[in-house]
C-alpha cells in the first residue's frame, strides 16, 4: 500500500505490545514491539479463521540463551513454530481490535527476509489456534438434529475443534443427518454452509456464511447479513475530492471518508450463467425405486428482475428479455444443471421403530436448498466496491456499510452515484500498520444495484 494518501487521521495505530512464547514453557517470552516495521491483519467472509502477517528487526539482543548470552529471538526461544504469540493493539480513537484487549495467535510460518552481521529482518505468519487444530483433527461420528447445532458440537467439542471463542451462530430450520467419513472439521463446517436455511425461510434463502473475526466464530446467513433488520449498517462513508481536515468537512450523516475508492462491476455474464447464478437444472434419481425428476427454478421471473429475497441494493440486474428461451411449462430456461441422488431413509434418527417410520422421510431436501444456494452465493457477489480508510478496529468482515461516491452528470451537480451507492457488506478486511501510518483496507459486495436508503 502506498503512503501517497498520508493524512493526520491515518497516523500509526499503538502497538502496546507483541509478545512471543516459548514452546519450551516456564517465563521464556520476548516482545518485539520495539523493533515491528509492518503488521497486517486479516479477516474474510470467505476463510475459515483470521490471520496476520508481521515483520519485526532484530538486532541480536531480543532474547537470552541457556548460558545467559544474548541472541536473536529466532536463536534465543527458538523460534519453530506454533508458538504463542499475544498481540495487544489499538487505532487513533483507542479501539482496540476485539472484545478482548488482546488478540492470541499461533505461529505458522517463520520467514528470514534479510540479514546481515548486526540485524535479522523476520516475517511471522500467525493463525488462530484452531486453524492448527484442522489440521491435526477429523470428524468421524455421527451427527443428528439442526445443522446449527452441528456447528455449534464441531467448534466447541473436546474432540474436534476445542474453541473457547465466542459463537455468534444464527439457527437453522432444517435437520440434516451425516457421518463425517473422516473429513477435516473446516471441511464439514462449510459443507454444512451449504446445506443450511435460516429460521421462517422455508427454502427461500439458503446459504451460511462460517467465518472468523477478532470477536469470534460467526454463522450467518446471505439472508440475514443483508437484512438491516438483523445486521443494520455499522458506518457511512463517503469518498469525495473534498479535504477531510480531521472530519470537519464531512457532510451531515457520514462517519468518515474514503481516502481511495474503487468500483468493479462483478457480473460476467457467461461466468454467472455457467455457475447457475439466475436460473438452474436439477435432475434428481432415486436408485431405490428408479425415481427420476426434472426440476427447474429461476430466480427472476417474467424477466422483471425482482425477486422475493432479501437484497442490499434496489434490485438484481435486469436481463435482456431477447435472450429468453423458451418457456412452455415442461422446457424452462436454465443455464446449469446439477444432478443428486434423492436421500431417502438416510441415517434416520430414533430407535428401530423411529427409523422405520422414517424410511421414506427425505434427509436433505435438493431442490428447496441445494441450487438455491448456489444461485445465492453467486448473487452475492454482483457488485464489489475496493475502499481504504484511516485505520478503524471497530470495523469487521459481515459488517454492513454504507458507501456513497460522487455522480457524473452532466450538470455537474455533485449528485451521488444512484447505481453503485448504498449498503454494501465488507467481505474482506486488512488493517495495515507501519510505524508511520495505520489504514483499513476494504473489498465491500452486494448481490443487486441502485442506492438504497441514505447515509443517515
Not at 459443507?191 to 469470534?216: D, I, Q, R
Request: proline content about 3%.
Amino acid at each position: 500500500m502506498s503512503d501517497k494518501i498520508l493524512t493526520a487521521s491515518a497516523e500509526a495505530a499503538t502497538i502496546k505490545s507483541v509478545k512471543i512464547f516459548s514452546n519450551l514453557g516456564g517465563d521464556r517470552s520476548v516482545d518485539i514491539s520495539a523493533g515491528i516495521t509492518l503488521l497486517m491483519y486479516f479477516e474474510s467472509i470467505l476463510e475459515d479463521t483470521l490471520r496476520a502477517t508481521i515483520r519485526f528487526v532484530d538486532s541480536g539482543d531480543s532474547a537470552k540463551s541457556d548460558d545467559g548470552g544474548n541472541k536473536t529471538v529466532r536463536e534465543g526461544l527458538p523460534l519453530v513454530g506454533q508458538e504463542r504469540v499475544e498481540i495487544e493493539f489499538e487505532d487513533n480513537n483507542e479501539v482496540a481490535i476485539g472484545d478482548s484487549p488482546k488478540l492470541t495467535l499461533y505461529v505458522n510460518k517463520i520467514t528470514p527476509i534479510d540479514s546481515d552481521t548486526k540485524t535479522e529482518l523476520i516475517q511471522l505468519e500467525l493463525v488462530s489456534k484452531e486453524f492448527i487444530f484442522n489440521e491435526k483433527i477429523r470428524v468421524n461420528t455421527r451427527f443428528d438434529g439442526v445443522v446449527s447445532e452441528h456447528i455449534k458440537s464441531i467448534l466447541t467439542d473436546q474432540n474436534y475443534l476445542r474453541s473457547e471463542k465466542e459463537l455468534h451462530i444464527e439457527d437453522t430450520e432444517n435437520e440434516f443427518n451425516f457421518n463425517g467419513n473422516n473429513k477435516k472439521p473446516f471441511y464439514m463446517l462449510n459443507a454444512l454452509s451449504k446445506k443450511s436455511v435460516p429460521v421462517g425461510k422455508g427454502g427461500t434463502a439458503a446459504g451460511f456464511f462460517f467465518y472468523e473475526t477478532s470477536n469470534g466464530f460467526n454463522f450467518k446467513s446471505l439472508d440475514a447479513l443483508l437484512d438491516p433488520s438483523k445486521n443494520p449498517k455499522k458506518k457511512s462513508i463517503i469518498y469525495n475530492e473534498t479535504p477531510e481536515s480531521k472530519g470537519q468537512n464531512l457532510p451531515e450523516g457520514y462517519d468518515m471518508k474514503a481516502l481511495e475508492y474503487e468500483l468493479d462491476n462483478r457480473v460476467d455474464v457467461q461466468e454467472k450463467l455457467r455457475l447457475g447464478a439466475y436460473s438452474s437444472k436439477m435432475i434428481l434419481f432415486d436408485p431405490f425405486n428408479c425415481y427420476y425428476e426434472v426440476l427447474t427454478d429461476s430466480v427472476i421471473e417474467s424477466g422483471d428482475g425482482k425477486d422475493t429475497e432479501q437484497s442490499a441494493g434496489k434490485e438484481l440486474p435486469v436481463l435482456n428479455s431477447e435472450f429468453n428461451t423458451v418457456n412452455d411449462g415442461k422446457n424452462k430456461e436454465f443455464s446449469r444443471t446439477t444432478y443428486f441422488l434423492v436421500d431417502h431413509g438416510s441415517l434416520p434418527s430414533g430407535d428401530t421403530s423411529q427409523q422405520i417410520d422414517d424410511a421414506e422421510k427425505q434427509n436433505f431436501e435438493y431442490f428447496k436448498i441445494a441450487n438455491q444456494s448456489i444461485r445465492r452465493y453467486n448473487q452475492f457477489y454482483a457488485s464489489k466496491v475496493t475502499i481504504t480508510l484511516p485505520g478503524d478496529f471497530s470495523l469487521h468482515v459481515g459488517d454492513a456499510i454504507f458507501v456513497d461516491a460522487p455522480g457524473l452528470t452532466a450538470e455537474k451537480t455533485g449528485e451521488n452515484d444512484q447505481q453503485a451507492g448504498g449498503i454494501y457488506i465488507i467481505a474482506d478486511l486488512c488493517h495495515y500498520m507501519t510505524p508511520k501510518n495505520t489504514y483499513t483496507k476494504l473489498n465491500l459486495v452486494r448481490d443487486s444495484f441502485g442506492r438504497k436508503g441514505t447515509a443517515s
